[in-house]
Each structure stands twice: as C-alpha cells, then as structure tokens.
C-alpha cells in the first residue's frame, strides 16, 4: 500500500527558503535518521525534526518516505561515479569503499541497512541500476581472468562480493575489530592502513595494474 501524502504548497514563509538548500537539509537528515535505524526504523517526524524543517515539506519535496529514501539512492549512486570514475583499477575502487567510512558514514550505514532489510529484487528499485553495475565489475575481473591474472578456480562474482564484504568491516563488524586489533575501527589510523592492507589482498589476486 502507498504511504504517498497529497502534495501541498508551502506556506509563504516556507517558498522564502533556499528550495535546494531545504532538499539538502532533508536528505542529510534522513540520511542520519535511516543509518542509525534503517527504512523500516526510521521515522518522518525524526527527519524532520533533525533537519529543523516542516513535516508538511517533506511530503512536498519528496511525496513519501520511500520517494526520500529512493532520492537518497540516487545521492548514492553520484557518490559511487565520484569515487570510482570510470577506469579506476579493481584494487583502487576496493581501498576507495573502505576509505568511505571516514567521508560518508552514513551512506556505508546505508548501505548495509540495504542488505539487511534486502526483502527481493520486486521489493528494491535499485535492483536493476544495481544489477547493471555490478556486472560490469564481474566482467573487469572476468577479463582479468582471461589474461592469466586470476587463478582459473576463482569464480569472478564470489570474489567481488567477498572484497566488497570486506571493504564494509568497519562499519559491519567493529567488535570482530576491536576484539582482534584492541583498535578504534572507525579510527583514521585504522581505516587508512586496513584500506591499503585489502588494496594490497587484490593486487595479490591479480586485481591490480
């Protein structure tokens, strides 16, 4: 069932605002309010609350809580184009995600609440955007392959999605971190050398260039 409000027009003390710097003061807030709680945890009224608006304009900009979440996905995906232009070596673009974390916590957060709320393609508008990308990953590593740089038992998907897993540590698994490095995984020190150790991991594989 839509949760979809009609539209309304914004009061004449709300058109004063800086339309694009209002958007931006919601789509900051959700993203802070859906890292720490998820889709299905988050809350409108929270987002509003952070970002010091109107509930009312939230409805406005953005129709419905799935259409801010659906804008944060694409905030998303103009990040990724950002931090791994096209070209961009495989063991580059894995040491780029696990820098991620200290630049953009929330949107990694994000991303995991993604996996862990994942219900099905049918369920998930940026399955299909998604599903485009991330095949041309495995083709990179499948051409790579080819060349004689990857052991032939290496299966290109499975790699992937175990360096991608590993590249989200910091945010998925601080207390393993803790437990085993007595670190603060969310430290500058430790993301910066655990970025450069998993780099290094995928040159060893053949990622490199």
């Known amino acids: 069932m839509s949760t979809s409000k009609p539209r309304r027009s914004p009061k004449p003390h709300e058109r004063q605002r800086d339309p694009e710097r209002t958007r931006r003061l919601i789509l900051d807030a959700a993203a802070a309010e859906f890292a ?20 009312q304009l939230i409805s406005y900009y953005f129709d419905s809580k799935e259409g801010l979440y659906q804008a944060l996905s694409e905030d998303w995906r103009q990040r990724q184009s950002q931090l791994v232009p096209p070209g961009t070596a495989l063991d580059e673009q894995i040491r780029r995600y696990a820098l991620e974390v200290l630049n953009n916590p929330d949107g990694v957060r994000l991303m995991a609440w993604g996996g862990l709320e994942y219900a099905g393609p049918r369920n998930d508008p940026d399955h299909a955007p998604r599903a485009e990308r991330l095949r041309g990953s495995v083709d990179e590593v499948r051409a790579l392959q080819e060349e004689g740089r990857l052991p032939a038992d290496v299966d290109p998907a499975y790699l992937l999605i175990m360096l991608m897993a590993a590249a989200m540590a910091t945010t998925t698994l601080p207390h393993v971190i803790e437990g085993l490095c007595g670190v603060d995984p969310r430290s500058p020190e430790f993301v910066n050398g655990y970025a450069d150790q998993l780099a290094a ?3 060893h594989l053949g990622l490199g260039r």
């Open 201 to 203: 991991v995928a040159r």
């Open 36 to 55: 720490a709680h998820g889709f299905a945890g988050g809350r409108i009224a929270a987002i509003a609350a952070r970002a010091g608006v109107n509930q």
